[in-house]
């Protein structure tokens, strides 16, 4: 398994380094079984110190968690809690989805764009409806379960997730609603 520990303006020393290696790895050969490469980040957000960690797996599924406290030791502890909370509460549907699924989640190319706010521009009415793009990059759209695209989005700590349904083939969306429910578009 390939470990990217680093940090943003901030030097991170080789016994934090070993030290997150050793308990990242001791929690993922516990409940994930076939890793392929962890993210770690540190980071500084005011008298805060701020850890983020990426953790994808064999069969394309990534997990995520992000925690912050007043030590760089801390923050790494409470964000690898978080992550083992979240590895512990699915694991059970983790280890039958690798013995479900002998290959890796299929992944399917699309654009992604980011387009500017109209906070950005004035009050007053904009001079065309065509949005602003501020940026263009490439994203992949797994072909996945409704199932496991709830899975992936609870793992992964996002609000959405577009997939491409196995049963059907169409592209749907998964969603955390207001409520705390679960909503899932099926065109």
Not at 78 to 105: F, G, I, N, S
Not at 150 to 174: C, I, T, Y
């Amino acid at each position: 398994m390939r470990y990217k520990v680093s940090g943003k303006q901030i030097d991170i020393g080789e016994s934090l380094q070993t030290h997150v290696e050793t308990e990242l790895s001791a929690i993922l050969e516990k409940y994930a079984g076939r890793p392929t490469d962890a993210q770690v980040v540190f980071s500084r957000s005011a008298h805060e110190y701020v850890c983020e960690a990426i953790v994808h797996l064999s069969t394309g599924l990534t997990c995520q968690a992000k925690a912050h406290a007043t030590e760089i030791y801390a923050s790494f502890e409470a964000c690898l809690e978080k992550m083992d909370k979240q590895l512990r509460r699915y694991k059970r549907r983790l280890k039958d989805h690798h013995r479900d699924r002998a290959e890796p989640v299929e992944l399917m190319g699309a654009s992604s764009y980011i387009l500017a706010s109209e906070q950005a521009e004035s009050a007053d009415e904009p001079d065309s409806l065509q949005p602003i793009i501020v940026a263009e990059m490439e994203t992949k759209i797994p072909s996945l379960s409704v199932g496991e695209a709830v899975m992936q989005m609870e793992l992964a700590g996002s609000p959405v997730l577009v997939f491409r349904n196995e049963g059907k083939d169409g592209l749907n969306v998964v969603y955390r609603r207001e409520d705390g429910n679960i909503g899932w578009i099926d065109p």
